[in-house]
């Protein structure tokens, strides 16, 4: 069995940082793309930004030049820095990893971690 596990979520000042932590635990055989979506209220989930096996990164345009995402694949876990954060980034952060666990290739999905910017 697969978890994903994120930490670091919590409230902080418009212009602020934070940085939220995700870790796959369990059987894995290997993760390919793992990423970081999030959900405001009222509104649709939505990319943040996602990072392949291979180190290749892409963002939200939201958050190209304020987020950065990292990888440790000796420890099965991402990163997500946030810096200049605004109100609008305001939402639960999900954790997400493509894995493969015996012979199953699947997504998987943390739990979600809240993630406030007050004004």
């Known amino acids: 069995q697969v978890q994903l596990v994120e930490s670091g979520g919590g409230m902080v000042q418009a212009g602020g940082s934070l940085r939220v932590s995700c870790a796959a635990s369990?059987?894995?055989?290997?993760?390919?793309?793992m990423g970081w979506d999030r959900q405001a209220p009222g509104k649709q989930r939505e990319l943040v930004a996602y990072?392949?096996?291979?180190?290749?990164?892409n963002y939200a345009d939201s958050v190209k030049g304020r987020f950065t995402i990292n990888r440790d694949n000796d420890k099965n876990s991402v990163y997500l820095q946030m810096n200049s954060l605004k109100p609008e980034d305001t939402a639960v952060y999900y954790c997400?990893?493509?894995?493969?666990?015996?012979?199953?290739?699947?997504?998987?999905w943390g739990q979600g971690t809240q993630v406030t910017v007050s004004s």
């Open positions: 997400n990893a493509e894995i493969k666990s015996g012979s199953y290739l699947r997504e998987y």
């Open positions: 369990g059987s894995i055989f290997s993760i390919n793309a």
């Open positions: 990072i392949t096996s291979g180190g290749s990164t």
